[in-house]
C-alpha cells in the first residue's frame, strides 16, 4: 500500500502544473495528461518487474481503462472539457491500488469525494463571478424568471405541496425541498452563464479551442459554436470579418482535481492509520 501512497504523492506535481497552466491559459496541454499516464505505468511496470508480481501494474491498467471509458463519457455528454477529460484519464493509472479486489471501492470513493468537491467549487466560483458582475447578473436573473414564469409557478406549487404532505411522509418533505431548490438553481446557473461567463474579446486573440458565444457567417461558410471550440482555420476565417466576437470562458475545473486528490490521499492515509492501530497487539 506504501508504493501506492508513494505514487500518489509524486503525482500531485503533474496536477499542479496542469492547474497552474489551466488558470493561466484555460488550457492543459497533452503533455501533461500522456507524461501522467506514461510515469504511472511506467513506475507501476517497474516496481511489479523488481517485486515479481504484476497486480500492481496490472491493477493501473484496469484503472486507466475504467477512467479512459469515463473521461470520453463525461467528454461527449459534454461536461468536460477536452483538457479536463484527458486529465481524468491520466488519474485512473494513478488511483488503482495495488489489489485489484479493492480497485472499485476506491474509485468509488475518489469518485465521491471529486463530486462534492466539484459541487462546492462550481456554487463558491458561480458566487464571486456573480459578485463582480453582479448587475448584469440580476438583470438576467429577472428576465429568465419572467420568461419561464409559469413553469416556475407550476414548480414552486408543487413543491408547496409536496411540503404540505411531508408532513406526513418524510420522503414527500425531501421532494418539495428539492424541487423547490432546483428550479431556482437552474434560473440561477442559466443567468451566470449568460451574465458572467460570456465576454467579448478581440478576435485576433482567440485561441484554439474557444467557444464562441454563437454561430458566425463568415462569407458563405457558418463557423458553428461547437463544444470542441474553434479551429485555428475558423479563427483565420473569422479574423478577416469580424474585430470582435463573444466567446464562453469557462471556469477552470482542474482545481477540483488537485483538492480532489489531496483529500482522497489524506482519507487512505487515515484509513491505513486507523487499520494498523486497530490491528496492533
Not at 458563405?220 to 461547437?226: D, N, S, Y
Amino acid at each position: 500500500m506504501y508504493e501506492v501512497i508513494f505514487l500518489w504523492l509524486l503525482s500531485l506535481s503533474f496536477i499542479l502544473v496542469a492547474v497552474v497552466q489551466d488558470l493561466k491559459t484555460r488550457e492543459i496541454d497533452n503533455w501533461i495528461s500522456f507524461s501522467l499516464v506514461i510515469f504511472a505505468l511506467g513506475f507501476r511496470f517497474l516496481y511489479s518487474l523488481f517485486q515479481g508480481d504484476f497486480e500492481f501494474f496490472y491493477s493501473g491498467a484496469i484503472g486507466f481503462g475504467v477512467f479512459f471509458a469515463l473521461g470520453n463519457i463525461l467528454y461527449y455528454s459534454r461536461v468536460f472539457a477536452g483538457g479536463d477529460a484527458k486529465l481524468m484519464i491520466g488519474l485512473g493509472a494513478i488511483l488503482a491500488p495495488a489489489e485489484i479486489s479493492s480497485i472499485f471501492s476506491t474509485f468509488f470513493n475518489f469518485v465521491l469525494i471529486f463530486l462534492t468537491v466539484g459541487f462546492v467549487y462550481t456554487i463558491a466560483t458561480s458566487i464571486v463571478l456573480c459578485a463582480k458582475r453582479f448587475k448584469p447578473f440580476k438583470k438576467e436573473f429577472a428576465r429568465l424568471l419572467r420568461k419561464h414564469k409559469k413553469i416556475m409557478c407550476i414548480l414552486i406549487l408543487l413543491s408547496f405541496i409536496f411540503l404540505i404532505i411531508g408532513f406526513f411522509e418524510q420522503l414527500f418533505l425531501i421532494l418539495g425541498v428539492m424541487t423547490f431548490v432546483t428550479s431556482y438553481l437552474y434560473i440561477y446557473s442559466k443567468a451566470v452563464d449568460e451574465a458572467c461567463i460570456i465576454k467579448r474579446i478581440e478576435a485576433k486573440n482567440l485561441r484554439e479551442g474557444d467557444w464562441i458565444y454563437s454561430d458566425l457567417k463568415v462569407g458563405k461558410k457558418v463557423i458553428k459554436a461547437t463544444w470542441d471550440g474553434v479551429t485555428r482555420n475558423d479563427i483565420r476565417e473569422i479574423i478577416k470579418k469580424f474585430k470582435q466576437v463573444r466567446i464562453r470562458e469557462g471556469i477552470p475545473f482542474s482545481p477540483v482535481f488537485f483538492f480532489s486528490f489531496i483529500i482522497f490521499i489524506l482519507f487512505e492515509i487515515l484509513k491505513i492509520s486507523l487499520w494498523n492501530s486497530f490491528w496492533q497487539p
